[in-house]
């Protein structure tokens, strides 16, 4: 099993700047791929920024050019450094991280509220 927690949501202005952050912990040394999501009311989950399994990056068309996601591997964690933010960036951001032979977990999200 593994277990992902996120911090580092909040409330923002348009134009401002946040870093998310997500710590694995359990069997870290079967991950695969981890990555961040994210879901705004009434909408369905979307991909945000993840890496893949060859351990290049995937970048969402609407965050490219503002986000960036990194990771620390001595500590099992990843990050989004999301710069530029629009009210439509406004969701409950979600790490998630596939590990072993197909196996998913989520973590349990954290808001970011862009507003002015």
């Known amino acids: 099993q593994v277990q992902l927690v996120e911090s ?4 923002v202005q348009p134009g401002g700047f946040l870093r998310l952050s997500c710590a694995a912990s359990g069997s ?3 991950i ?7 879901q705004a009311p009434g909408k369905q989950r979307e991909l ?3 890496f ?3 351990g290049s990056t995937n970048y969402a068309d609407s965050v490219k050019g503002r986000f960036t996601i990194s990771r620390d591997n001595a ?3 990843i990050y989004l450094q999301m710069n530029s933010l629009k009210p439509e960036d406004t969701a409950v951001y979600y790490c998630r991280c596939s590990y072993g ?3 998913v977990t989520w973590g349990q999200g ?3 509220s862009i507003s002015s």
């Open 110 to 112: 954290t808001q970011v």
């Open 48 to 50: 945000v920024a993840t």
């Open 101 to 103: 032979l197909g196996r």
């Open 28 to 30: 870290i040394s079967i």
């Open 52 to 54: 893949t399994s060859a």
């Open 8 to 11: 580092g949501g909040g409330l």
């Open 32 to 38: 695969n791929v981890m990555g961040w999501y994210r």
């Open 75 to 77: 500590k099992s964690a």
